[in-house]
């Protein structure tokens, strides 16, 4: 299943051809359906639609619609129908033109103060204007299908430029990881023999209150102690699982944006973890570096679905 992105843009037109029979043919009533979705990052699925008013029952089809193919994101959708140019106007013929003259002089016989008919209405009455076009919800729905299908494509292709960038910085961040590794025994084996030979100095001044045994049982208690502070095998046991559990869920696909987060906050907790035990500048610089690649990471899951 791919990743998506929340982040999309689509946009879908329909414009039915008047068939032979059809009154659209005679009246140009044909409409131009027009439907764009755009949709961004959001913790849930927030929809707002910006439809015409004779557009608005469309509404609890189009959210039921979306609702079942999108999971997160602040989803727009915006929709317009046109009846037409007007170049399928078709001229009034003539008996019709003089039964609606003569209608109008009839009626106006009676009352007298009764309004003249426009242009406009002449042509609706004759036939020769579409007047507002019939709403085709089928096609309408149709349309809308479509329209979420482009949006998902749309947020699939991105969502595969940010698992690409995504599974880059994974591989970073374990080089980086195996850059400490070694680090650490080096640590402790260069601190325990610091410890020996602060000993042997005090050995060399004591005034014999103290047996060798204990100040050098005492010397090995302190190299323990700071190589238990200083360990980061657990931290870096535990960043690498993360990772290879992003690296799964980036392979799975799907509705995977909350557990990514959720795996992006404990790699920031084992990457501080690691600073803070840092005996060395080059502990600090690995934890620095893992620390903006995490950052980076952050960003980009925080647009995936």
Do not use: C
């Not at 070694?182 to 020996?196: C, G, T």
């Not at 095998?233 to 290879?244: F, K, N, P, Y």
């Amino acid at each position: 299943m791919p990743v998506y992105s929340m982040t999309g843009y689509a946009s879908v037109q329909h414009s039915p051809p008047p068939t032979d029979g059809d009154a659209s043919a005679s009246t140009g009533a044909t409409a131009r359906l027009g439907l764009e979705i755009r949709s961004v990052n959001s913790r849930f699925l927030d929809l707002s639609f910006r439809l015409p008013e004779e557009l608005r029952q469309l509404e609890p089809g189009l959210r039921e619609l979306i609702t079942r193919h999108i999971k997160r994101g602040k989803v727009e959708v915006r929709a317009s129908q046109d009846a037409g140019d007007g170049s399928s106007l078709q001229t009034p013929n003539h008996q019709a033109l003089q039964k609606i003259a003569a209608l109008q002089d009839k009626i106006q016989d009676w009352l007298p103060n009764a309004k003249a008919l426009s242009v406009a209405d002449v042509l609706r009455m004759a036939g020769g204007s579409a007047g507002p076009a019939q709403l085709d919800e089928a096609a309408w729905m149709q349309l809308a299908l479509n329209g979420v299908e482009a949006l998902r494509e749309a947020r699939a292709r991105e969502g595969a430029r940010l698992t690409e960038m995504l599974q880059g910085h994974i591989a970073q961040l374990l080089g980086l990881a195996e850059q400490a590794v070694p680090l650490v025994p080096q640590l402790v084996e260069q601190q325990r023999q610091r410890f020996l030979d602060r000993w042997k100095e005090a050995m060399a001044l004591a005034d014999g209150t103290h047996l060798p045994e204990v100040a050098q049982d005492r010397a090995l208690t302190e190299a323990t102690a700071f190589a238990i502070r200083i360990d980061v095998a657990e931290e870096l046991t535990r960043l690498r699982s993360h990772l290879d559990e992003i690296s799964r869920l980036l392979l799975k696909g799907g509705d995977i944006g909350k557990r990514l987060d959720f795996l992006i906050q404990e790699l920031h907790r084992e990457a501080n973890t690691l600073g803070s035990k840092s005996a060395v500048l080059e502990m600090t610089r690995i934890s620095v570096d893992m620390k903006v690649l995490i950052e980076q990471m952050r960003e980009q899951v925080q647009n995936i679905e």
